[in-house]
């Protein structure tokens, strides 16, 4: 099966602006329910458009995710700014953890429905994601590592960056299946609130940094 195809970018002002309504209207729909259980006339509605102007672009709702995939790369980079600043701002090692760790679990439970389809979606099809989102997914891993290690006080690492660098992935593998999937993970009788997730892994984040 081919994967969904991104349509090209309306030339018309107000089809962008339609185009604008029909992605944002999926995105808040996945705020309360997920991708599977939408269907294109409850986004038409809530975007106020007819199913027919949906249609005319998407053949079918899993076409909407590579649109849904480079809306949401825009979105990021506009949300990312300010926890930028705000990690720059705490003066610890502990408190730079603990924010890059409740960052990362708030997003992932905030945008759920979002991350999760756009992570199915991802998985089915790593091939057709553009190099270049890739890259700047790197780069925002690696941009958040400096900032947590900050001036490497208190770290024992003798790549304190790389260091971190992974455990943030970590971070994301684990909210991504306790946050995302956690109605099919194997831990689902666990029960694990957000909190205690957040407890649990700002504490392994900053004992692997610190432990000799």
């Not at 309306?10 to 996945?30: G, T």
């Not at 730079?96 to 429905?113: I, N, Q, S």
Request: glycine share 4%; proline share 5%; aromatic share 8%.
């Amino acid at each position: 099966m081919s994967p969904p195809s991104t349509p090209s970018p309306p030339l018309q002002a107000r089809s962008r602006d339609k185009l604008e309504r029909v992605l944002l209207a999926a995105e808040e729909l996945l705020d309360e329910a997920l991708f599977e259980q939408l269907s294109m006339s409850a986004i038409a509605e809530r975007a106020g458009v007819s199913v027919g102007t949906i249609y005319t672009r998407f053949r079918a709702k899993d076409d909407l995710l590579p649109a849904l995939f480079e809306r949401h790369q825009t979105v990021v980079r506009a949300r990312i700014a300010p926890f930028f600043e705000a990690l720059r701002a705490e003066r610890s090692l502990r408190a730079r953890v603990e924010r890059a760790v409740a960052f990362a679990v708030d997003y992932h439970r905030r945008h759920r429905g979002l991350l999760r389809a756009l992570t199915m979606y991802v998985r089915a099809n790593a091939d057709a994601i553009p190099a270049q989102a890739w890259k700047e997914r790197a780069g925002q891993y690696r941009a958040v590592a400096e900032l947590v290690v900050g001036d490497a006080q208190g770290v024992a690492r003798r790549d304190p960056v790389t260091a971190a660098e992974f455990f943030l992935g970590v971070v994301n593998s684990v909210c991504r299946e306790q946050v995302l999937f956690d109605d099919v993970t194997p831990l689902r009788g666990r029960k694990t609130s957000l909190t205690s997730l957040k407890r649990r892994l700002g504490d392994a984040f900053h004992r692997d940094l610190t432990s000799r």
